[in-house]
Protein backbone atom coordinates (compact mmCIF):
# COMPACT_ATOMS: atom_id res chain seq x y z
CA UNK A 1 0.00 0.00 0.00
CA UNK A 2 0.65 3.86 -0.75
CA UNK A 3 2.02 5.48 2.19
CA UNK A 4 -0.67 8.58 1.62
CA UNK A 5 -3.05 5.83 2.12
CA UNK A 6 -2.09 3.76 5.38
CA UNK A 7 -3.41 5.34 8.97
CA UNK A 8 -1.95 4.03 11.92
CA UNK A 9 -3.38 4.76 15.17
CA UNK A 10 -4.25 3.78 18.33
CA UNK A 11 -7.29 4.32 20.86
CA UNK A 12 -6.42 6.54 24.12
CA UNK A 13 -8.63 6.18 27.26
CA UNK A 14 -9.29 5.64 30.91
CA UNK A 15 -10.79 2.18 31.89
CA UNK A 16 -14.39 1.55 30.83
CA UNK A 17 -14.76 4.69 28.66
CA UNK A 18 -15.01 1.79 25.98
CA UNK A 19 -12.04 1.55 23.82
CA UNK A 20 -12.52 -1.63 23.42
CA UNK A 21 -16.29 -1.07 22.56
CA UNK A 22 -15.52 1.80 19.49
CA UNK A 23 -12.66 -1.09 18.41
CA UNK A 24 -15.04 -3.47 18.21
CA UNK A 25 -17.71 -1.41 16.41
CA UNK A 26 -14.66 -0.24 13.99
CA UNK A 27 -13.86 -3.41 12.96
CA UNK A 28 -17.52 -4.57 12.40
CA UNK A 29 -18.80 -1.89 10.64
CA UNK A 30 -15.99 -2.23 7.75
CA UNK A 31 -16.89 -5.92 7.40
CA UNK A 32 -13.18 -6.37 9.00
CA UNK A 33 -14.73 -9.84 10.58
CA UNK A 34 -18.07 -10.84 9.47
CA UNK A 35 -20.85 -10.22 12.00
CA UNK A 36 -21.16 -14.35 12.50
CA UNK A 37 -17.67 -13.99 14.06
CA UNK A 38 -17.88 -11.27 15.79
CA UNK A 39 -17.46 -12.04 19.32
CA UNK A 40 -18.68 -9.41 21.88
CA UNK A 41 -15.47 -7.13 22.84
CA UNK A 42 -13.04 -9.24 20.29
CA UNK A 43 -9.81 -7.59 21.13
CA UNK A 44 -10.12 -8.40 24.83
CA UNK A 45 -9.20 -11.93 24.27
CA UNK A 46 -8.85 -12.79 27.73
CA UNK A 47 -11.16 -13.80 30.25
CA UNK A 48 -9.35 -11.74 32.98
CA UNK A 49 -9.13 -9.12 31.01
CA UNK A 50 -12.45 -9.29 30.22
CA UNK A 51 -13.71 -9.41 33.58
CA UNK A 52 -11.67 -6.55 34.85
CA UNK A 53 -12.30 -4.64 31.67
CA UNK A 54 -8.62 -4.03 30.79
CA UNK A 55 -6.43 -5.12 27.95
CA UNK A 56 -3.17 -6.22 29.25
CA UNK A 57 -1.29 -7.15 26.02
CA UNK A 58 -1.62 -4.92 23.01
CA UNK A 59 -4.06 -5.92 20.32
CA UNK A 60 -3.68 -5.21 16.84
CA UNK A 61 -6.01 -5.17 13.71
CA UNK A 62 -5.72 -4.14 9.94
CA UNK A 63 -9.01 -2.38 8.80
CA UNK A 64 -9.46 -2.30 4.98
CA UNK A 65 -11.59 0.89 4.80
CA UNK A 66 -12.93 3.20 1.43
CA UNK A 67 -13.36 6.55 2.23
CA UNK A 68 -16.24 9.54 1.07
CA UNK A 69 -13.37 10.45 -1.24
CA UNK A 70 -13.51 6.77 -2.74
CA UNK A 71 -10.46 5.69 -2.14
CA UNK A 72 -9.63 2.70 -0.29
CA UNK A 73 -7.27 2.95 2.86
CA UNK A 74 -5.37 0.61 4.97
CA UNK A 75 -6.08 1.58 8.60
CA UNK A 76 -3.78 -0.17 11.77
CA UNK A 77 -5.49 -0.36 15.09
CA UNK A 78 -2.96 -0.95 17.91
CA UNK A 79 -5.07 -1.39 21.26
CA UNK A 80 -2.27 -0.36 23.87
CA UNK A 81 -2.51 -1.62 27.45
CA UNK A 82 -4.50 0.14 29.51
CA UNK A 83 -2.86 0.22 32.78
CA UNK A 84 0.15 2.15 34.30
CA UNK A 85 2.08 -1.08 35.03
CA UNK A 86 1.96 -1.46 31.39
CA UNK A 87 3.69 1.91 30.65
CA UNK A 88 6.69 1.43 28.82
CA UNK A 89 4.86 -0.94 26.28
CA UNK A 90 2.11 1.88 26.19
CA UNK A 91 4.69 4.10 24.93
CA UNK A 92 6.32 1.98 22.78
CA UNK A 93 3.43 1.21 20.60
CA UNK A 94 2.94 4.66 20.53
CA UNK A 95 5.82 5.28 18.76
CA UNK A 96 4.69 2.67 16.32
CA UNK A 97 1.84 4.64 15.17
CA UNK A 98 1.10 8.34 14.03
CA UNK A 99 -1.85 9.43 15.53
CA UNK A 100 -4.43 8.54 18.21
CA UNK A 101 -8.57 8.81 19.14
CA UNK A 102 -9.09 10.34 22.44
CA UNK A 103 -12.04 8.73 23.98
CA UNK A 104 -13.45 10.40 26.70
CA UNK A 105 -17.05 9.05 28.53
CA UNK A 106 -18.98 12.16 27.93
CA UNK A 107 -20.75 11.47 31.63
CA UNK A 108 -17.68 11.19 32.99
CA UNK A 109 -15.34 13.19 32.13
CA UNK A 110 -11.45 13.12 31.86
CA UNK A 111 -9.53 10.61 34.43
CA UNK A 112 -6.00 10.74 35.45
CA UNK A 113 -5.37 7.60 33.11
CA UNK A 114 -6.66 9.58 30.58
CA UNK A 115 -4.31 12.27 31.29
CA UNK A 116 -1.47 10.01 31.35
CA UNK A 117 -2.02 8.18 28.14
CA UNK A 118 -2.68 11.33 26.14
CA UNK A 119 0.60 13.10 27.54
CA UNK A 120 2.47 10.14 26.04
CA UNK A 121 0.91 10.13 22.95
CA UNK A 122 1.80 13.86 22.49
CA UNK A 123 5.22 12.91 23.66
CA UNK A 124 5.11 10.47 20.85
CA UNK A 125 4.30 13.43 18.24
CA UNK A 126 0.71 11.87 17.83
CA UNK A 127 -2.20 13.92 16.19
CA UNK A 128 -5.31 13.45 18.50
CA UNK A 129 -9.01 13.27 17.54
CA UNK A 130 -10.79 14.08 20.60
CA UNK A 131 -14.01 11.44 20.66
CA UNK A 132 -16.98 12.16 23.18
CA UNK A 133 -18.89 8.46 23.96
CA UNK A 134 -21.49 7.39 25.47
CA UNK A 135 -23.75 10.63 24.40
CA UNK A 136 -26.80 8.06 24.21
CA UNK A 137 -26.47 8.40 28.45
CA UNK A 138 -28.91 10.85 29.47
CA UNK A 139 -26.13 11.96 31.86
CA UNK A 140 -23.58 12.98 29.07
CA UNK A 141 -22.91 16.56 28.87
CA UNK A 142 -20.51 16.71 25.79
CA UNK A 143 -20.27 20.73 26.16
CA UNK A 144 -18.98 20.52 29.89
CA UNK A 145 -16.66 17.57 28.58
CA UNK A 146 -14.94 19.62 25.81
CA UNK A 147 -14.65 22.52 27.63
CA UNK A 148 -12.56 19.98 30.13
CA UNK A 149 -10.53 18.63 27.21
CA UNK A 150 -9.60 22.19 26.62
CA UNK A 151 -8.99 22.91 30.32
CA UNK A 152 -7.02 20.23 31.56
CA UNK A 153 -5.33 18.65 28.46
CA UNK A 154 -4.82 22.06 26.54
CA UNK A 155 -5.77 20.27 23.15
CA UNK A 156 -8.95 21.63 20.74
CA UNK A 157 -11.82 19.85 21.36
CA UNK A 158 -14.43 21.88 19.06
CA UNK A 159 -14.26 19.41 16.50
CA UNK A 160 -14.60 16.53 18.78
CA UNK A 161 -16.47 13.57 17.31
CA UNK A 162 -19.84 12.68 19.20
CA UNK A 163 -20.71 9.29 19.33
CA UNK A 164 -22.50 5.94 21.02
CA UNK A 165 -20.35 3.16 20.29
CA UNK A 166 -22.74 1.26 22.13
CA UNK A 167 -25.66 1.96 19.49
CA UNK A 168 -23.10 2.50 16.40
CA UNK A 169 -24.42 6.51 16.33
CA UNK A 170 -21.09 8.15 14.84
CA UNK A 171 -19.25 5.35 13.78
CA UNK A 172 -18.86 6.60 10.28
CA UNK A 173 -17.52 10.23 11.42
CA UNK A 174 -15.01 8.55 13.27
CA UNK A 175 -13.81 6.48 10.23
CA UNK A 176 -13.66 9.66 8.16
CA UNK A 177 -11.87 11.64 11.33
CA UNK A 178 -9.17 9.12 11.39
CA UNK A 179 -8.68 9.49 6.95
CA UNK A 180 -8.65 13.22 7.23
CA UNK A 181 -7.74 14.76 10.47
CA UNK A 182 -4.50 11.96 10.76
CA UNK A 183 -1.03 12.36 9.43
CA UNK A 184 0.04 9.30 6.98
CA UNK A 185 3.41 7.85 8.04
CA UNK A 186 6.49 8.36 6.76
CA UNK A 187 9.41 6.24 5.27
CA UNK A 188 11.81 5.41 3.12
CA UNK A 189 10.91 2.11 1.01
CA UNK A 190 14.83 2.19 -0.86
CA UNK A 191 16.39 2.53 2.74
CA UNK A 192 17.68 -0.71 4.66
CA UNK A 193 15.23 -2.71 6.94
CA UNK A 194 14.15 -0.73 10.14
CA UNK A 195 10.85 -2.09 12.17
CA UNK A 196 10.16 -1.49 15.61
CA UNK A 197 9.40 -4.44 17.72
CA UNK A 198 6.06 -3.67 19.35
CA UNK A 199 5.07 -6.71 21.08
CA UNK A 200 5.02 -10.49 21.17
CA UNK A 201 3.70 -13.23 22.45
CA UNK A 202 3.34 -16.98 22.46
CA UNK A 203 1.47 -18.92 20.74
CA UNK A 204 0.80 -22.82 21.09
CA UNK A 205 0.75 -23.84 17.52
CA UNK A 206 3.12 -21.35 15.86
CA UNK A 207 5.85 -19.82 18.48
CA UNK A 208 6.93 -16.72 19.48
CA UNK A 209 4.65 -14.04 17.20
CA UNK A 210 6.28 -10.75 16.94
CA UNK A 211 4.53 -7.45 16.17
CA UNK A 212 6.16 -4.84 14.33
CA UNK A 213 5.84 -1.93 12.72
CA UNK A 214 7.95 -1.40 9.24
CA UNK A 215 9.76 2.52 9.55
CA UNK A 216 12.26 1.90 6.35
CA UNK A 217 12.90 -0.46 3.56
CA UNK A 218 10.83 -3.83 3.22
CA UNK A 219 11.06 -7.49 4.96
CA UNK A 220 9.84 -10.26 2.94
CA UNK A 221 9.27 -13.78 4.20
CA UNK A 222 12.58 -15.88 4.40
CA UNK A 223 14.65 -12.97 5.33
CA UNK A 224 17.62 -13.17 7.77
CA UNK A 225 17.54 -10.08 9.90
CA UNK A 226 18.59 -9.79 13.40
CA UNK A 227 17.71 -7.68 16.56
CA UNK A 228 19.93 -4.76 17.19
CA UNK A 229 19.57 -4.58 20.79
CA UNK A 230 19.91 -8.33 21.74
CA UNK A 231 22.00 -8.89 18.99
CA UNK A 232 19.76 -12.61 18.02
CA UNK A 233 19.27 -13.00 15.01
CA UNK A 234 17.07 -15.31 12.87
CA UNK A 235 15.26 -16.72 9.62
CA UNK A 236 11.95 -15.06 8.94
CA UNK A 237 9.23 -18.39 8.61
CA UNK A 238 5.63 -16.67 8.19
CA UNK A 239 4.77 -12.81 7.47
CA UNK A 240 1.67 -11.72 8.14
CA UNK A 241 -1.14 -9.06 8.67
CA UNK A 242 -3.74 -9.58 11.65
CA UNK A 243 -7.23 -9.02 10.49
CA UNK A 244 -7.27 -9.62 13.35
CA UNK A 245 -6.80 -13.64 12.23
CA UNK A 246 -3.97 -13.92 10.60
CA UNK A 247 -3.49 -13.18 6.98
CA UNK A 248 -0.08 -14.13 5.21
CA UNK A 249 1.26 -11.67 3.21
CA UNK A 250 4.52 -11.57 0.59
CA UNK A 251 5.99 -8.70 1.92
CA UNK A 252 5.81 -5.56 4.02
CA UNK A 253 6.79 -1.88 3.38
CA UNK A 254 6.88 1.22 5.17
CA UNK A 255 4.25 2.08 7.45
CA UNK A 256 3.10 -1.58 7.48
CA UNK A 257 2.02 -3.25 10.64
CA UNK A 258 2.07 -6.54 10.50
CA UNK A 259 3.60 -9.83 12.31
CA UNK A 260 6.46 -12.53 11.66
CA UNK A 261 7.27 -15.85 13.19
CA UNK A 262 10.84 -17.07 13.21
CA UNK A 263 11.77 -20.06 15.36
CA UNK A 264 12.00 -17.89 18.37
CA UNK A 265 12.12 -19.98 21.76
CA UNK A 266 10.44 -17.91 24.10
CA UNK A 267 9.10 -14.20 24.74
CA UNK A 268 12.16 -13.07 26.57
CA UNK A 269 14.07 -13.33 23.32
CA UNK A 270 12.37 -10.85 22.34
CA UNK A 271 12.93 -7.03 23.90
CA UNK A 272 10.12 -4.73 23.10
CA UNK A 273 11.43 -1.51 21.32
CA UNK A 274 13.92 -3.41 20.26
CA UNK A 275 15.13 -2.03 16.29
CA UNK A 276 15.09 -5.51 13.81
CA UNK A 277 16.74 -5.10 10.69
CA UNK A 278 18.46 -7.04 8.00
CA UNK A 279 21.43 -9.25 9.06
CA UNK A 280 23.14 -8.21 5.82
CA UNK A 281 22.59 -4.75 4.92
CA UNK A 282 21.26 -3.55 7.60
CA UNK A 283 20.55 -0.26 8.99
CA UNK A 284 23.13 1.41 10.83
CA UNK A 285 21.65 3.28 14.05
CA UNK A 286 18.94 1.38 15.85
CA UNK A 287 15.59 3.44 16.67
CA UNK A 288 16.23 5.72 19.95
CA UNK A 289 14.97 5.20 23.24
CA UNK A 290 14.98 1.71 23.96
CA UNK A 291 14.89 0.10 27.29
CA UNK A 292 13.88 -3.30 28.87
CA UNK A 293 10.96 -3.21 31.51
CA UNK A 294 12.13 -4.23 34.64
CA UNK A 295 9.75 -5.59 37.66
CA UNK A 296 9.28 -3.17 40.80
CA UNK A 297 7.18 -5.08 42.80
CA UNK A 298 8.38 -8.43 44.31
CA UNK A 299 6.34 -10.93 46.46
CA UNK A 300 6.22 -14.56 47.54
CA UNK A 301 4.12 -16.91 46.11
CA UNK A 302 3.63 -20.50 47.90
CA UNK A 303 1.37 -23.17 47.73
CA UNK A 304 -1.56 -23.59 50.46
CA UNK A 305 -0.82 -26.89 49.99
CA UNK A 306 2.67 -28.16 49.68
CA UNK A 307 1.93 -31.07 47.63
CA UNK A 308 1.40 -28.89 44.74
CA UNK A 309 4.51 -27.41 44.24
CA UNK A 310 5.23 -28.93 41.15
CA UNK A 311 1.92 -27.36 39.80
CA UNK A 312 2.74 -24.32 40.92
CA UNK A 313 6.18 -24.93 39.06
CA UNK A 314 4.69 -25.76 35.82
CA UNK A 315 1.85 -23.02 36.26
CA UNK A 316 4.65 -20.73 36.96
CA UNK A 317 6.91 -21.51 33.69
CA UNK A 318 4.12 -21.56 31.62
CA UNK A 319 2.75 -17.94 32.51
CA UNK A 320 6.71 -16.71 32.30
CA UNK A 321 6.93 -18.25 28.40
CA UNK A 322 4.33 -15.18 27.36
CA UNK A 323 5.16 -12.58 29.76
CA UNK A 324 8.88 -11.58 29.62
CA UNK A 325 7.79 -8.76 32.48
CA UNK A 326 7.42 -11.48 35.02
CA UNK A 327 10.21 -12.79 36.52
CA UNK A 328 10.38 -15.86 39.54
CA UNK A 329 13.22 -17.43 41.18
CA UNK A 330 12.69 -20.51 43.72
CA UNK A 331 11.82 -19.24 47.18
CA UNK A 332 12.19 -21.43 50.22
CA UNK A 333 10.55 -20.16 53.68
CA UNK A 334 11.07 -21.70 57.21
CA UNK A 335 7.41 -21.42 57.70
CA UNK A 336 5.79 -21.61 54.47
CA UNK A 337 8.33 -24.22 52.36
CA UNK A 338 8.67 -24.05 49.07
CA UNK A 339 7.47 -21.34 46.93
CA UNK A 340 8.72 -18.69 44.21
CA UNK A 341 10.06 -14.84 44.64
CA UNK A 342 8.10 -12.94 41.78
CA UNK A 343 8.71 -9.65 40.09
CA UNK A 344 5.83 -7.63 38.72
CA UNK A 345 5.64 -4.03 36.73
CA UNK A 346 3.37 -3.46 39.35
CA UNK A 347 0.51 -4.08 41.48
CA UNK A 348 -2.12 -4.85 39.03
CA UNK A 349 0.52 -6.88 36.71
CA UNK A 350 0.83 -8.52 40.66
CA UNK A 351 -3.07 -9.48 41.09
CA UNK A 352 -3.61 -10.86 37.37
CA UNK A 353 -0.94 -13.24 37.37
CA UNK A 354 -1.98 -14.61 40.95
CA UNK A 355 -5.99 -14.61 39.49
CA UNK A 356 -4.65 -16.64 36.67
CA UNK A 357 -2.72 -19.05 39.06
CA UNK A 358 -5.17 -19.66 41.09
CA UNK A 359 -8.30 -19.95 38.60
CA UNK A 360 -6.69 -20.78 35.75
CA UNK A 361 -4.62 -23.65 37.10
CA UNK A 362 -6.34 -24.33 40.45
CA UNK A 363 -3.65 -23.71 42.88
CA UNK A 364 -4.48 -21.99 46.59
CA UNK A 365 -1.60 -19.42 47.21
CA UNK A 366 -0.33 -18.07 50.10
CA UNK A 367 0.76 -14.48 48.65
CA UNK A 368 3.49 -12.71 50.97
CA UNK A 369 3.10 -8.80 51.57
CA UNK A 370 4.64 -6.90 48.28
CA UNK A 371 7.74 -5.51 48.88
CA UNK A 372 9.63 -2.60 46.31
CA UNK A 373 13.01 -3.24 45.24
CA UNK A 374 15.39 -1.40 47.64
CA UNK A 375 19.05 -0.32 47.25
CA UNK A 376 20.85 -0.99 50.57
CA UNK A 377 24.56 0.76 50.81
CA UNK A 378 26.87 -0.91 52.81
CA UNK A 379 29.18 0.27 55.08
CA UNK A 380 32.19 -1.12 52.62
CA UNK A 381 30.47 0.96 49.69
CA UNK A 382 28.80 -2.10 47.89
CA UNK A 383 25.17 -1.08 46.88
CA UNK A 384 22.58 -4.52 46.74
CA UNK A 385 19.38 -4.83 45.55
CA UNK A 386 16.33 -6.06 48.28
CA UNK A 387 13.95 -8.10 46.78
CA UNK A 388 13.07 -9.54 49.60
CA UNK A 389 12.85 -8.27 53.53
CA UNK A 390 13.55 -11.56 54.45
CA UNK A 391 17.12 -11.08 53.24
CA UNK A 392 17.95 -7.97 54.97
CA UNK A 393 21.30 -7.76 55.72
CA UNK A 394 22.47 -7.38 59.27
CA UNK A 395 21.98 -3.55 59.95
CA UNK A 396 26.00 -3.51 61.43
CA UNK A 397 26.96 -3.67 58.03
CA UNK A 398 24.68 -1.27 56.88
CA UNK A 399 25.09 2.44 55.88
CA UNK A 400 21.66 3.83 54.52
CA UNK A 401 18.64 2.51 52.24
CA UNK A 402 17.41 4.01 49.39
CA UNK A 403 13.37 3.40 48.49
CA UNK A 404 11.93 4.08 45.09
CA UNK A 405 9.76 7.50 45.17
CA UNK A 406 6.56 7.60 42.16
CA UNK A 407 4.95 10.89 41.10
CA UNK A 408 1.14 9.72 41.92
CA UNK A 409 -1.73 11.87 39.84
CA UNK A 410 -5.09 11.89 41.56
CA UNK A 411 -7.90 12.99 40.19
CA UNK A 412 -10.91 13.59 42.17
CA UNK A 413 -13.87 15.53 42.82
CA UNK A 414 -14.33 18.09 45.11
CA UNK A 415 -16.10 16.62 48.15
CA UNK A 416 -13.62 13.79 48.83
CA UNK A 417 -10.67 15.86 48.39
CA UNK A 418 -10.28 16.56 52.16
CA UNK A 419 -9.91 12.71 52.19
CA UNK A 420 -7.55 12.01 49.85
CA UNK A 421 -5.35 14.69 50.94
CA UNK A 422 -5.52 12.57 54.62
CA UNK A 423 -4.47 9.57 52.54
CA UNK A 424 -1.52 10.98 50.62
CA UNK A 425 -0.55 12.46 53.92
CA UNK A 426 -0.47 9.57 56.08
CA UNK A 427 1.48 7.57 53.56
CA UNK A 428 5.03 9.61 53.84
CA UNK A 429 3.52 11.73 50.68
CA UNK A 430 4.77 15.28 49.59
CA UNK A 431 2.61 17.09 48.08
CA UNK A 432 3.56 18.82 44.48
CA UNK A 433 0.51 20.43 42.89
CA UNK A 434 -3.21 20.66 43.53
CA UNK A 435 -5.37 22.72 40.72
CA UNK A 436 -9.21 22.41 39.73
CA UNK A 437 -10.86 21.55 36.45
CA UNK A 438 -14.46 22.55 36.91
CA UNK A 439 -15.66 20.67 40.52
CA UNK A 440 -12.91 18.15 40.37
CA UNK A 441 -9.19 18.62 41.82
CA UNK A 442 -5.89 17.14 40.74
CA UNK A 443 -3.52 16.23 42.85
CA UNK A 444 -0.25 15.63 42.07
CA UNK A 445 2.17 13.37 45.11
CA UNK A 446 5.95 12.64 45.79
CA UNK A 447 4.80 9.55 47.28
CA UNK A 448 7.21 6.24 48.40
CA UNK A 449 6.34 3.40 46.32
CA UNK A 450 6.38 0.97 49.16
CA UNK A 451 3.22 2.89 50.56
CA UNK A 452 1.00 2.46 47.45
CA UNK A 453 1.59 -1.45 46.95
CA UNK A 454 -0.47 -2.87 49.20
CA UNK A 455 -3.93 -1.07 49.29
CA UNK A 456 -3.41 2.65 48.26
CA UNK A 457 -5.72 2.14 45.59
CA UNK A 458 -8.52 -0.06 47.88
CA UNK A 459 -8.19 2.78 49.79
CA UNK A 460 -8.53 5.49 47.51
CA UNK A 461 -11.14 3.90 45.30
CA UNK A 462 -13.48 3.68 48.72
CA UNK A 463 -12.51 6.92 50.86
CA UNK A 464 -13.81 8.75 46.97
CA UNK A 465 -16.56 6.39 47.04
CA UNK A 466 -15.08 5.12 43.70
CA UNK A 467 -14.59 8.53 42.05
CA UNK A 468 -11.33 9.07 42.01
CA UNK A 469 -8.90 8.09 39.58
CA UNK A 470 -4.83 7.40 39.73
CA UNK A 471 -2.12 7.23 37.76
CA UNK A 472 1.63 7.06 38.54
CA UNK A 473 5.66 6.63 37.61
CA UNK A 474 8.59 6.00 39.13
CA UNK A 475 10.78 8.90 39.39
CA UNK A 476 13.87 7.65 41.42
CA UNK A 477 15.46 6.90 44.91
CA UNK A 478 15.70 8.45 47.66
CA UNK A 479 17.10 7.47 51.58
CA UNK A 480 14.64 7.09 54.38
CA UNK A 481 15.00 5.65 57.66
CA UNK A 482 13.82 2.24 56.67
CA UNK A 483 13.91 -0.73 58.82
CA UNK A 484 12.58 -4.44 58.96
CA UNK A 485 9.96 -5.33 61.52
CA UNK A 486 9.26 -9.02 62.16
CA UNK A 487 6.52 -10.54 63.50
CA UNK A 488 6.92 -13.29 66.14
CA UNK A 489 3.94 -15.85 66.74
CA UNK A 490 3.99 -17.75 69.65
CA UNK A 491 8.05 -16.85 69.46
CA UNK A 492 8.65 -17.75 65.81
CA UNK A 493 9.55 -15.47 63.44
CA UNK A 494 6.82 -15.53 60.48
CA UNK A 495 9.29 -14.22 57.49
CA UNK A 496 6.40 -14.36 55.37
CA UNK A 497 5.10 -11.53 57.35
CA UNK A 498 8.33 -9.26 57.54
CA UNK A 499 8.15 -6.17 56.31
CA UNK A 500 10.09 -2.85 55.33
CA UNK A 501 8.63 0.01 56.62
CA UNK A 502 9.77 3.76 57.90
CA UNK A 503 10.84 3.99 61.52
CA UNK A 504 7.62 6.47 62.17
CA UNK A 505 5.80 4.61 61.05
CA UNK A 506 6.79 0.88 62.50
CA UNK A 507 5.19 1.16 66.02
CA UNK A 508 1.94 1.93 64.30
CA UNK A 509 1.72 -0.64 61.64
CA UNK A 510 2.96 -3.20 64.46
CA UNK A 511 0.66 -2.51 66.77
CA UNK A 512 -2.22 -2.71 64.22
CA UNK A 513 -0.52 -6.28 62.79
CA UNK A 514 -0.81 -7.64 66.05
CA UNK A 515 -4.16 -6.61 66.74
CA UNK A 516 -5.36 -8.02 63.39
CA UNK A 517 -3.43 -11.38 63.72
CA UNK A 518 -5.50 -11.68 66.92
CA UNK A 519 -8.84 -11.24 65.11
CA UNK A 520 -7.58 -13.74 62.54
CA UNK A 521 -5.92 -16.24 64.24
CA UNK A 522 -8.32 -18.51 65.59
CA UNK A 523 -7.89 -19.40 69.36
CA UNK A 524 -5.67 -22.64 70.25
CA UNK A 525 -5.29 -24.71 73.50
CA UNK A 526 -2.79 -23.10 74.67
CA UNK A 527 -2.11 -18.80 74.78
CA UNK A 528 0.30 -17.66 72.21
CA UNK A 529 1.84 -14.35 72.05
CA UNK A 530 1.46 -12.16 68.57
CA UNK A 531 4.60 -9.76 68.59
CA UNK A 532 6.43 -7.21 65.98
CA UNK A 533 9.77 -6.78 66.06
CA UNK A 534 12.72 -4.19 65.03
CA UNK A 535 16.10 -5.64 65.86
CA UNK A 536 15.68 -8.00 68.50
CA UNK A 537 13.24 -4.82 70.29
CA UNK A 538 9.97 -5.97 70.61
CA UNK A 539 7.45 -3.23 69.45
CA UNK A 540 4.14 -4.41 69.72
CA UNK A 541 2.25 -7.19 71.55
CA UNK A 542 -0.50 -8.61 71.79
CA UNK A 543 -1.80 -12.16 73.31
CA UNK A 544 -4.28 -14.62 72.19
CA UNK A 545 -6.54 -16.14 75.25
CA UNK A 546 -6.67 -19.96 74.71
CA UNK A 547 -9.28 -22.02 73.94
CA UNK A 548 -11.02 -23.34 76.93
CA UNK A 549 -13.89 -25.23 75.21
CA UNK A 550 -14.03 -27.95 72.67
CA UNK A 551 -16.21 -25.91 69.34
CA UNK A 552 -18.56 -28.79 69.32
CA UNK A 553 -19.31 -28.16 73.12
CA UNK A 554 -21.82 -25.81 73.01
CA UNK A 555 -23.77 -28.48 71.30
CA UNK A 556 -24.43 -30.73 74.02
CA UNK A 557 -23.93 -33.87 72.08
CA UNK A 558 -28.23 -33.38 71.22
CA UNK A 559 -27.93 -32.23 67.39
CA UNK A 560 -25.89 -34.56 65.74
CA UNK A 561 -26.17 -33.15 62.43
CA UNK A 562 -25.30 -29.89 63.72
CA UNK A 563 -22.34 -31.27 65.03
CA UNK A 564 -21.60 -32.65 62.05
CA UNK A 565 -21.35 -29.13 60.01
CA UNK A 566 -18.98 -27.90 62.88
CA UNK A 567 -16.74 -30.44 62.22
CA UNK A 568 -17.07 -30.57 58.33
CA UNK A 569 -16.76 -26.48 58.48
CA UNK A 570 -13.71 -26.97 60.59
CA UNK A 571 -12.22 -29.27 58.06
CA UNK A 572 -12.45 -26.82 55.34
CA UNK A 573 -11.03 -24.32 57.05
CA UNK A 574 -8.48 -26.22 57.84
CA UNK A 575 -7.53 -26.60 54.33
CA UNK A 576 -6.54 -23.23 54.12
CA UNK A 577 -4.42 -23.06 57.40
CA UNK A 578 -0.35 -23.39 57.61
CA UNK A 579 1.29 -24.76 60.71
CA UNK A 580 3.51 -22.49 62.42
CA UNK A 581 5.30 -24.16 64.92
CA UNK A 582 2.89 -24.65 66.83
CA UNK A 583 0.14 -22.84 65.90
CA UNK A 584 -2.14 -22.76 62.67
CA UNK A 585 -2.65 -19.66 60.84
CA UNK A 586 -5.21 -19.09 58.05
CA UNK A 587 -4.28 -18.24 55.01
CA UNK A 588 -6.79 -15.19 54.78
CA UNK A 589 -4.84 -13.84 57.70
CA UNK A 590 -1.74 -13.26 55.16
CA UNK A 591 -3.32 -10.89 53.07
CA UNK A 592 -5.62 -9.23 56.04
CA UNK A 593 -2.87 -8.75 58.23
CA UNK A 594 -1.04 -6.56 55.45
CA UNK A 595 -4.24 -4.22 54.95
CA UNK A 596 -4.34 -1.10 56.86
CA UNK A 597 -7.34 0.78 57.53
P1 LIG B 1 -12.74 0.02 27.86
O1 LIG B 1 -12.35 -0.36 29.26
O2 LIG B 1 -12.35 1.42 27.57
O3 LIG B 1 -12.27 -0.95 26.83
O4 LIG B 1 -14.33 0.04 27.85
P2 LIG B 1 -15.36 -0.98 27.23
O5 LIG B 1 -15.42 -0.85 25.75
O6 LIG B 1 -15.11 -2.33 27.79
O7 LIG B 1 -16.73 -0.37 27.79
C1 LIG B 1 -16.98 -0.25 29.17
C2 LIG B 1 -18.47 -0.33 29.43
O8 LIG B 1 -19.12 0.78 28.84
C3 LIG B 1 -19.13 -1.56 28.82
O9 LIG B 1 -20.08 -2.02 29.72
C4 LIG B 1 -19.76 -1.05 27.55
O10 LIG B 1 -20.89 -1.80 27.17
C5 LIG B 1 -20.15 0.36 27.96
N1 LIG B 1 -20.20 1.27 26.80
C6 LIG B 1 -19.26 1.43 25.85
N2 LIG B 1 -19.65 2.36 24.95
C7 LIG B 1 -20.87 2.79 25.35
C8 LIG B 1 -21.80 3.75 24.83
O11 LIG B 1 -21.61 4.41 23.81
N3 LIG B 1 -22.93 3.93 25.56
C9 LIG B 1 -23.21 3.25 26.69
N4 LIG B 1 -24.34 3.50 27.31
N5 LIG B 1 -22.36 2.34 27.19
C10 LIG B 1 -21.21 2.10 26.53
MG1 LIG C 1 -11.13 -2.68 27.06
Redo the contacts with the bound molecule.
Keep these: TELSHIRNFS?V????????????RLIQSTGTVSDRDMKE?L??AMDIE?ER???IKANTVRIDYVANDGQAYVLNLIDTP?HVDFAYEVSRSMRAVEGSLL?V?A?QGVEAQTLANVYTALDAGHEIVPVL?????PAAEPEQVKAQIEDVIGLDASDAVL?????G?GIPDVLEAIVTRLPAPKGERNAPLKAMLVDSWYDSYLGVVVLFRVMDGVIRKGDNIKMMQTGAKYGIDKLAVLKPAMVDVPELGPGDIGVFTASIKQVRDTKVGDTITHEKKGCETPLPGFKPSVPVVFCGLFPVDSAEFDDLRSAVEKLALNDASFSYEMESSAALGFGFRCGFLGLLHLEVIRDRLEREYDIDLITTAPSVVYHVHMRDGSVTELHNPADMPDLTYVDHIEEPRIKATVLVPDDYLGDVLKLCQDRRGIQMELTYAGSRAMVVYDLPLNEVVFDFYDRLKSISKGYASFDYEITGYREDNLVKMQVLVNDEPVDALSMMVHRDRAEMRGRAMCEKLKELIPRHMFKIPIQAAIGGKVIARETLAALRKDVTAKCYGGDVTRKKKLLEKQKAGKKKMRQFGKVEIPQQAFISALKMD
Design positions: IAHIDHGKSTLADQLDRGITGVDSNKIDLISAKSL
